[in-house]
């Protein structure tokens, strides 16, 4: 069964609006979260990593200040659009690791976020 | 050079097949090695990880990672229809670092 849930798995809205994506970790307390991007036919880009109770770090490129991650406790990490346009419709996917888990990461089933 | 090349493909292949798909990486560093599996519209599904080097097998599933060539490879044998899907090689440092991934191999497998 899944480990991480996102929800939800498909929002659209319009453009200038804000949406909040939730990513929870089912059977483990996540230490790190992470957040990727894929746009249609290209691969997973890494947005920014998330660790429990301190601020997240951002790739190269990708906006803080409209890209707001919040993990607050050890299940569940949050990513808000904040003023969403449709360049920023894309498949938003996070995943979940625990430092002594010793596993790979494993994946929620992305959210795929259509601005109009 | 990109940290991991992958090629895209497609590779259509008829049932029954043994399907080979490989990656290069550049950073030495990496140390978990692994697939997964991404079908249209979800999540990637973890298929198998390799720390270090080595082989490692799971029912028709074989991995392989060769450090020294920095290369990995991915056999699936007796493929079916049913494992359609863009295949994404990906590493990373330790289990709990990003993780970087490849471009993705689309598969299809024909009846």
């Known amino acids: 069964g899944a480990v991480v849930s996102q929800h939800p798995s498909w929002v659209i809205c319009k453009s200038g609006t804000s949406v909040k994506i939730e990513c929870r970790s089912l059977?483990?307390?996540?230490?790190?979260m992470f957040w990727y991007r894929q746009f249609p036919k290209q691969s997973l880009m890494l947005m920014a990593t998330?660790?429990?109770?301190?601020?997240?770090?951002?790739e190269q490129g990708v906006e803080k200040d409209k890209f707001l991650i919040n993990h607050a406790s050890l299940t569940l990490s949050t990513l808000t659009v904040t003023s969403a346009h449709p360049e920023d419709s894309s498949f938003y996917i996070c995943?979940?690791?625990?430092?002594?888990?010793?596993?790979?990461?494993?994946f929620g089933d992305g959210t795929r976020l259509s601005i109009l | 050079q990109k940290e991991v090349e992958q090629d895209p493909g497609p590779l259509s292949v008829p049932e029954g097949a043994i399907v080979s798909l490989n990656c290069t990486y550049s950073?030495?560093?990496?140390?978990?090695f692994m697939w997964y599996r991404q079908y249209s519209r979800k999540g990637p599904e973890l298929l198998m990880y390799?720390?270090?080097?080595g082989n490692k097998e799971d029912g028709r599933f074989t991995a392989q990672v060769d450090k020294s060539s920095k290369y990995i490879s991915l056999f699936i044998r007796d493929s079916q229809p049913s494992d359609s899907a863009t295949y994404l090689c990906?590493?990373?440092?330790?289990?709990?670092?990003?993780?970087?991934f490849g471009p993705g191999t689309s598969l299809s497998v024909i009846p």
């Open positions: 995943s979940a690791s625990k430092r002594q888990y010793g596993q790979p990461q494993h």
């Open positions: 059977d483990f307390q996540a230490t790190t």
């Open positions: 998330s660790n429990e109770g301190s601020k997240a770090t951002y």
């Open positions: 950073n030495s560093a990496f140390q978990y």
């Open positions: 390799t720390y270090s080097s």
């Open positions: 990906a590493m990373s440092k330790t289990s709990y670092d990003k993780v970087i």
